[in-house]
Every structure is written in structure tokens, then in C-alpha cells.
């Protein structure tokens, strides 16, 4: 049911809070469509509003904005409903506090949080707007419907606008059990409950995650039980705008592509087996006092150097810029265990000890340490064209820093410690020049930490989702470029292309629902026990092992390795014969979708699955198969294959990064190039002979690599390699 309105923009709150934080046009549309449509539609239970924004984008100020404007427009109360942590609940606090002073200086707004919330409050304060803040979690929650129903039963009646922050997986109505069985989440049932009795409320969710919220099943039955439980489906979308300042999985996962752009020096891979031993003290693994030169560390090491060098840097060039010095923060996140925090602690504080020895007692080790730190970070900043110190300089400023104790190392994960750790717009107080954070959960989600330049990341990607993956990604907002230049991100090769998987699933998603589909535009896909092609239950999806298809994306094996020549020349021989007698010549042509995949059968046959990394043929597989098959144009069932022969790629390029351009020659007769062109409607398959010499990497044994290229005219589809059953 809708009902036609009218909103008024013009009063108080929206006027002086829009020209308070200087709202440009695309903002004010986003916040006055959200209000508009809340007044609007009946935004129940199971169908809230959604304002859709990205991680650390500005969904915050945008919601504070839709606030503000709700109570100008006959509402009288906003709760907010933060993450279950004090930390993030006391910084929306803080920031509503800060938002919200004059008002509540003139006496016109009450702000509380619901745990602070005195049971004496007269009418006087009860008759202006309320802003309450409470976590979600059950005693908060508890807490707030004492306050509505019982303490002050008044207010019950009053029109509320209930706004969920944060809103994911968690709030969406069931999760998931150890036992793969599927209860019934209690904090959506309170908030569920809370908002049925309500006379006259409106329900604004707020997340940067959306897809649990929108690709869920119609009803969810839980086992055991006669309960049916109707999961959140959003009535409308707004979408928060992003200004170009922002930085997001765009740089971080398509710009650093590019050579020429500082993005590409960002990520640095560490080892698998470092994360093993930042797990727990074992001294068979590693001994502590070699925290300095021990390999095993080497990572670690390295950022904590490269955060000191950039840091110093960055304080170099703001001096030299007459502008006031900023402190700068560095994360270690890799663990939710304590255990696994208080031993990165005692790691990181001996690397801080022992570069405050050697800065007398052994000068040449830190010189070497500091020369290449400095050398790292010159890379990026040549590119950027600003202000570099020299060595010299920047090297007796880091010996100041050590010897000054500019470096502060802080363990953060205890809620009991959180009012320690919070400035006073709750963010997490620099207090010294360079900040490093260890911790595991609180650092999760919501917190902002001004001036991130490093980030070494460990969570195991074979459990992630895709809601909590990208909630970790702190290096996500506003960054300076030059802040940027000195930022690195370290976290393990596997680690890196899940991320890069998730930000290609989050953004097919968004852009359906830039283009209204929101209840369209995205088609899911698995594979059945018969190989059949079927739709897949978006809400069974594995993130780890999707596949996202869109116009023009190229798909292809990255960092495996050939067998060896003995036991694949043969095979090598019958596939030369075989795509000789397809693509006899350089002219694409077109053949069956079946003569396609028995080459990519055969060459996935040439591959040594116990070396490198592994191809996920199968989804390679399918959605070639996909693509030539679900299209209405006259070629359906066919691909466009491009043969080039005798070329000579190595395996891992310069940066030690493994090679994933082999299809990307410059000039006209480009394979990429030509591949573009043809596959309009169904996909062309680029097949690479290539020499695989032995000083390339390879093993002595030429081979082919493919490179599908989709249609331009993709519909975005995600394809599921595996499923939660």
C-alpha cells in the first residue's frame, strides 16, 4: 500500500544540518527520496527501506541527513540499532552528539543512549525529538522496550523511525549453527517484536552488504518447529551516492591493474605459513628474539618498517607543506582469539625493542631495514609526482621516531577497555604519531580509524561471507592520494582473490539495482549432480567459489603450472591437431560449443593440480557453456575461437606477482582486441600457445592457455563452483 506525499524540505532540522555538512545535489536527492519513500510506502516487518551505500562511503551522514528530515516531516523519534559492540554504539553516539548540538542546546532534541536513558524524564524533555541508541543486542534491546511500553508508555504512540546501521546477514532473520541447521536469529526476533507493537513506525535499514537482504528465499520454515518465519525484502532501494574521492574495491581491485597507477604497489602477498605462526608461541616454528631477522616474520617485519618509513614520509611532506602533522594508523588483523592477539602484541613490541637497541648497537641492520622500506615506498610516490625526501633525511627522522617513542602499539579487543581506546568523536585515538592496532572483532566492522596507511590482513577465506568480508576492509573511505602512496595491504595470495572475487559479486549487484533490479537482473547458476546447468539459491552461495560474469570479462587460468614434458608431450601433440583442424589460420572462427569445451577438457589435462594455483575449471567450464547456450541470437550454441601460437609469457611477473595477461599485446590485431569485437552476443575463447621455456618459469614443454572472453551483451550472472547445502 502507498500513499501520496508531499515533504517538507524547508524546516529547521534538514536546513541547518544540510548547510552544516554541505549536502551536494546527488546527497540532498538520496536523503529526500529516502524520506519520501519511508512516508510514502508501508515499510513493514518484513519489507523496510534500504539505503545502500559502500563501506566507509558516507552512509552514516546520509541516514543522520534522512533523520534530521524525518523530523521535520511529523516524526518524533529516531532509534538507531548499531553493531552489538559499545565501541561502535558510543561513536554513532558521539557522532549524533556532534551532529545534533545546536539542537540540543536550544532544547529541541534529547539524546541518549538506551543503556544511559534516565527513568525520571519529565514531559518537557519528552515533548521534544528523541535520538536513541541502542546495540543490538538482547539486554539493549530489553532495555528500549521497557523504555517505549513501560517507563514512558507515551511514547509508544508517537511516529517513530526505526533506522537498523549496519544491517547484514545478521539482521536478516536466521543464520546458520555450527550444525548447518537454521534457528531462528533472537536479536531480529526482539527487533521484529519491538517494531509489531508499535503504533505508527517506519523501518529504515542502512548496510553496505546487501546481499543476504535481497537474495533470500520467500519464507524460511525452521526445523523442528511450526515456526515460519518471512524474511526482510526491501520495499525501495536508495542508493548512497559515491563521490570520486572515494576509494573502494574499484582501486584496490581494477586500478591496481594498471602500471602506471600508484594502486599497483598497494597490495604485497605474504606467506601462508607466517599467519601460522602469528597464531601461537611455538619456538619450533619461531623464536621471538629473532623477530629482527628471522624469515618466518619477514612479512610482518616488513610492514611494520614500511608503516614507520611511510609515516615518516607522509609527517616529511606535510611539514615541508607548512600544514599541520597528522598521525597515521596501521592495523593487524588476522584473528578473532585473544590468545592470537596477545602474541602478535609481544611480536610487534620486540620488533619495536629491538630497532630502539640497534639504532646504537647495530646501525648498518637499520640502514639496511630503513633503505628498504624507503625504496618500497619511493616506487609509489615517483609515480604520485610529490615532494620526496631524501634518504638521508627521511632516515634520521625514523631513528627520532624510535628514539622518541613515537611508535604506540595498542591491543584492541576488549569491550571493557573501549572507552580507552575512543576519542571523543569515537574513532580510535591516535595518540601518538604512529598507531599500530592488533585485534580481532571489535576492529570487524563500523569503527573508523583516521589515516589507515597499512593493513595486514589474515582472515580464513574458506569460511568467508561475503557481508563480513568487505566490513573488514578498514582501508575502504575518504584517503588523501598522498596518503595512498604510502599505504600497503598484505594479506596472502588466496586471501586477495576472494576479496577480488567479493568485489566483483558487490558490484554486479549494485549495478542492477542502479538499473531498478533489484528483483532482477541478476541470474545465479550451479551445476547439478548431472552436470546440468540450474538456477542456484542465491542464499546457498559460497563466496569463495563464485564466478562473476559481465560484459567483457575475461576468464582464465592464473598461477598454475604444466605437467611435466614426459607425460604431456602427447597430449600437447593431439591438441595441437586438434585445434589446427578447428582454427587452421589466425581468423576467428566459429564452431560448436561442444568442439570448445572438449579443448578446454584437454587442455585442463596438460595442467599438474598439485603445483600453484588451482584452476576452477569447472566454473570455467560452465559458464562458457552458459553464455553459448542462453542467448537469442542465430549462433547460439556456437563460440568464436582465436588462435595465436608461439608466444613466450612467463609464469610470474617482475613484481613476483603470477602472470594473468597473456592475451594483451598491443595494436590492432590484438586476440583481446578482436575477441571484443566478435563476441557481441555469445563468447569467444582465446587459445595462447605458448613456448613454456624453463627460464620462463615453465617446465621445458610449450602448452596452451585459454582466455574466455563473455558477450557484450552479458546479463550479470553469478555462478556458484560450490554451494552450502
Not at 132 to 157: C, H
Not at 390 to 403: F, G, P
Request: aromatic letters at 10%.
Amino acid at each position: 500500500m502507498t500513499h501520496t506525499t508531499t515533504i517538507q524540505t524547508n524546516g529547521n532540522f534538514y536546513k541547518k544540518l544540510a548547510e552544516k555538512n554541505q549536502y551536494d545535489t546527488e546527497t540532498r536527492v538520496c536523503i529526500e527520496n529516502t524520506v519520501e519513500n519511508l512516508m510514502k510506502m508501508e515499510t513493514t516487518v518484513d519489507r523496510p527501506g534500504m539505503l545502500l551505500g559502500k563501506i566507509q562511503s558516507g552512509k552514516t551522514r546520509t541516514f543522520i541527513g534522512a533523520t534530521a528530515l524525518s523530523f521535520d516531516n511529523g516524526y518524533d523519534i529516531t532509534i538507531v540499532l548499531t553493531k552489538g559492540t559499545r565501541a561502535l554504539a558510543q561513536q554513532t553516539y558521539e557522532r549524533l552528539k556532534t551532529e545534533f548540538d545546536d539542537f540540543k542546546y536550544d532544547d529541541v532534541v534529547q539524546i541518549f543512549d538506551i543503556m544511559s536513558l534516565p527513568d525520571n524524564l519529565a514531559n518537557y524533555e519528552l515533548d521534544q525529538k528523541l535520538l536513541i541508541v541502542a546495540k543490538k543486542q538482547k539486554d539493549n534491546l530489553s532495555r528500549l522496550k521497557k523504555a517505549l511500553f513501560e517507563t514512558y508508555p507515551m511514547l509508544a504512540g508517537r511516529k517513530i523511525l526505526i533506522i537498523d546501521d549496519e544491517a547484514d546477514f545478521a539482521s536478516v532473520g536466521f543464520s546458520k549453527t555450527n550444525r548447518e541447521t537454521t534457528e531462528i536469529n533472537k536479536i531480529a526476533g526482539q527487533i521484529d517484536d519491538l517494531r509489531k507493537e508499535l503504533s505508527d513506525c517506519d523501518f529504515l535499514q542502512v548496510t553496505a552488504t546487501p546481499y543476504s537482504l535481497y537474495l533470500q528465499p520467500e519464507t524460511l520454515r525452521v526445523d523442528g518447529s511450526n515456526i515460519e518465519f518471512k524474511p526482510v525484502k526491501p520495499a525501495f532501494t536508495e542508493l548512497v551516492p559515491v563521490p570520486d574521492a572515494y576509494i573502494g574495491g574499484d582501486y584496490y581491485f581494477e586500478e591496481s591493474e594498471e602500471d602506471d597507477s600508484i594502486a599497483s604497489y598497494i597490495y604485497e602477498s605474504i606467506e601462508l605459513d607466517e599467519l601460522h605462526v602469528l597464531k601461537k608461541q611455538d619456538r619450533r616454528r619461531f623464536k621471538i628474539e629473532e623477530a629482527l631477522t628471522s624469515y618466518k616474520i619477514k612479512s610482518l617485519r616488513n610492514a611494520v618498517l614500511n608503516f614507520i618509513v611511510g609515516g615518516v614520509i607522509r609527517q616529511n611532506q606535510e611539514k615541508h607543506s607548512g600544514n599541520r602533522l597528522k598521525k597515521y594508523s596501521f592495523i593487524v588483523h588476522t584473528e578473532q582469539a585473544k590468545q592470537a592477539h596477545e602474541w602478535q602484541e609481544e611480536i610487534v613490541i620486540e620488533l619495536k625493542e629491538q630497532l630502539r637497541m640497534i639504532v646504537d648497537e647495530d646501525p648498518v641492520l637499520l640502514s639496511r631495514l630503513i633503505r628498504a622500506s624507503y625504496e618500497n615506498m619511493k616506487q609509489s610516490l615517483l609515480v604520485l609526482d610529490r615532494y620526496l625526501p631524501d634518504y638521508e633525511e627521511v632516515k634520521q627522522d625514523v631513528i627520532t621516531a624510535i628514539r622518541r617513542d613515537f611508535l604506540m602499539i595498542t591491543k584492541v579487543n576488549s569491550e571493557k577497555d573501549v572507552n580507552q581506546l575512543l576519542d571523543d568523536t569515537g574513532q580510535l585515538k591516535l595518540r601518538t604519531p604512529l598507531n599500530i592496532f592488533i585485534g580481532g572483532q571489535i576492529l570487524d566492522r563500523g569503527i573508523t580509524i583516521g589515516n589507515l596507511i597499512g593493513f595486514y590482513y589474515g582472515r580464513n577465506p574458506k569460511t568467508f561471507q561475503q557481508d563480513t568480508v568487505l566490513q573488514h576492509s578498514r582501508m575502504f573511505g575518504y584517503r588523501p592520494l598522498e596518503d595512498l602512496a604510502v599505504t600497503r595491504f598484505y594479506t596472502t595470495k588466496s586471501i586477495y582473490d576472494v576479496m577480488e572475487k567479493i568485489h566483483e559479486f558487490d558490484s554486479a549487484l549494485r549495478n542492477a539495482f542502479e538499473k531498478g533490479g533489484q528483483e532482477k537482473g541478476v541470474v545465479f547458476i550451479q551445476k547439478d549432480t548431472k552436470n546440468q546447468l540450474i538456477p542456484c539459491s542465491p542464499n546457498k552461495l559460497l563466496l569463495s567459489k563464485t564466478t562473476t560474469l559481465k560484459p567483457y570479462k575475461r576468464i582464465l587460468p592464473i598461477g598454475f603450472q604444466t605437467g611435466y614434458k614426459t607425460y604431456i608431450t602427447d597430449k600437447i601433440n593431439k591438441l595441437d591437431s586438434n585445434v589446427n583442424q578447428i582454427a587452421p589460420n589466425e581468423e576467428p572462427v566459429l564452431v560448436d560449443i561442444e568442439e570448445a569445451l572438449k579443448v578446454v577438457n584437454q587442455i585442463k589435462d596438460t595442467f599438474d593440480t598439485r603445483v600453484g594455483e588451482t584452476w576452477d575449471e569447472k566454473a570455467f567450464i560452465s559458464s562458457l557453456e552458459y553464455l553459448s547456450r542462453n542467448t537469442d541470437s542465430q549462433h547460439k550454441g556456437k563460440v568464436w575461437i582465436i588462435v595465436r601460437k608461439g608466444r613466450n609469457i612467463g609464469r610470474i611477473r617482475q613484481d613476483g606477482r603470477y602472470e594473468d595477461a597473456p592475451d594483451t599485446p598491443k595494436g590492432s590485431t590484438s586476440e583481446l582486441r578482436i575477441a571484443k569485437q566478435f563476441a557481441t552476443d555469445i563468447p569467444a575463447l582465446i587459445l595462447l600457445r605458448q613456448n613454456g621455456d624453463e627460464e620462463k618459469g615453465w617446465r621445458g614443454c610449450p602448452f596452451w592457455w585459454p582466455v574466455l572472453v563473455t558477450p557484450g551483451n552479458t546479463q550479470t550472472v553469478i555462478f556458484a563452483s560450490e554451494a552450502n547445502e
